[in-house]
């Protein structure tokens, strides 16, 4: 990071966005929202926003939570406590509440940070980044800031290169060859090409980088709007398009990739296959993610366990794992991993054989149980001599399973077998 990107992302605040259930992933957000799932065997899909703001230089951060958000905020709590006000750091959890009327929710995203102008302004920052989430990736926002400071714009926002007819699914950027947007569609059905990549588009990563007294003016206007739903993307980046200087910023100027990975990495597991794809993408020899960059560290909060342990060592019955992430305090006891990866506190028991398994947090997995592609929720306890993934039908009627055979158990799915 230059002297320059580094002074920039000082006068800088990151105000993420946190507040969303994520509906695709089903029961697992039942108790828990959106970026508070777990990811990568320790972390949370937050971590991932946080340490690329910490990682960037920036160390004023506000998070705003809305949805189940307990399980969330108490992992800030316990993990990013370390900011220190006479540093001039600050983490700030900012739930939805009754500020302004009768109503206590955020009405949209924009909205999220219109009720709390009066904390920021109490920090005073000249930019403001706005993030989502619920994304997984590595990014260097100073980098993405200077490009805002250097280009004049009113807005920037962070793009994603995806193949132009995957694109049909996001908000996807018309920009011309100096990266001027000159046309934000929603969802669209043929997306615009990137200038020079005709099979390339420009869909937009949820990220936006504004002076803040700009923002603040644009956002005091959208609340006075009775016909706005307070969104960035729906409402505010629109009508800087129309009337504005808006920018995009393609995430490959300032993704950070260490040795390993090959491309810029960006995720959205938004949905059961998604999210288990990612995990178990992790397990592979050079994996597109690499979590083991010392060089740009995911920050998390870390539990007190011992280390994992494999035991028993006989034909039929020996703990071991190939192509696995195992985290501390697992116990694999005489059972086969095939590919799957484990959170913390996991015990697997004799004879269970376990292939392509996420299993959360303090999931116990007990003897001749039979796992294939599947998503165990955090506690779920799996009876002795379980089999899922051999019988489609069976599986549909006990458990969730999704069009490309993944399943999703949770403890009340187990709760109602007839075993």
Not at 178 to 184: A, E, S, V
Not at 352 to 371: C, H, T
Request: glycine content about 8%; some cysteine; charged content about 25%.
């Amino acid at each position: 990071m230059d002297r320059a990107s580094q002074r920039l992302a000082q006068q800088s605040m990151a105000f993420v966005l946190a507040g969303g259930r994520g509906s695709r992933l089903y029961e697992l957000t039942d108790r828990r929202a959106k970026p508070a799932m777990y990811f990568g065997g320790k972390s949370r899909i937050i971590d991932f926003a946080l340490s690329n703001a910490v990682n960037s230089g920036i160390r004023r951060i506000g998070v705003a939570t809305q949805y189940k958000a307990h399980s969330l905020i108490r992992h800030l709590q316990r993990g990013w406590s370390f900011f220190r006000a006479e540093r001039n750091e600050s983490l700030d959890i900012l739930p939805a509440s009754q500020r302004l009327d009768e109503e206590n929710w955020y009405k949209g995203t924009a909205d999220a940070v219109t009720q709390n102008i009066d904390i920021i302004e109490g920090y005073a920052p000249k930019y403001m980044i706005i993030l989502a989430g619920d994304h997984i990736y590595k990014q260097d926002y100073s980098l993405m800031i200077k490009h805002h400071v250097e280009s004049g714009a009113d807005v920037t926002v962070g793009c994603i290169e995806v193949p132009r007819m995957e694109a049909t699914g996001f908000g996807v950027m018309k920009v011309d060859e100096d990266d001027n947007i000159l046309d934000f569609v929603e969802k669209p059905a043929d997306p615009p090409p990137m200038p020079g990549h005709p099979d390339m588009a420009l869909a937009s990563m949820g990220i936006y980088v504004f002076e803040t007294e700009y923002l603040f003016d644009l956002l005091r206007q959208d609340a006075a709007n009775p016909n706005s739903k307070n969104d960035f993307g729906g409402d505010l980046i629109p009508q800087i398009v129309a009337s504005g200087k808006a920018i995009a910023h393609p995430f490959s100027r300032s993704c950070v990739r260490s040795g390993m990975e090959r491309k810029p990495y960006w995720r959205d597991v938004g949905t059961v296959d998604a999210f288990w794809q990612a995990n178990i993408d992790l397990t592979d020899f050079l994996p597109e993610l690499d979590l083991y960059d010392n060089e740009w560290p995911i920050w998390t909060y870390s539990e007190l366990t011992p280390p994992a342990k494999f035991i028993h060592n006989e034909e039929g019955r020996r703990g071991h794992a190939v192509s696995s992430m195992v985290s501390g305090g697992c116990i694999i006891s005489g059972s086969t991993l095939d590919r799957c990866l484990l959170f913390t506190g996991v015990k697997t028991h004799s004879f269970s054989q376990l292939s392509g398994v996420v299993a959360m947090p303090y999931v116990e997995i007990n003897r001749k149980a039979e796992l294939t592609n599947v998503v165990l929720d955090r506690g779920v306890v799996i009876p002795a001599g379980l089999v899922v993934g051999q019988d489609p039908e069976l599986d549909a009627k006990r458990f969730r399973r999704t069009e490309s055979g993944v399943c999703l158990i949770t403890q009340p799915m187990i709760d109602k077998l007839d075993l």
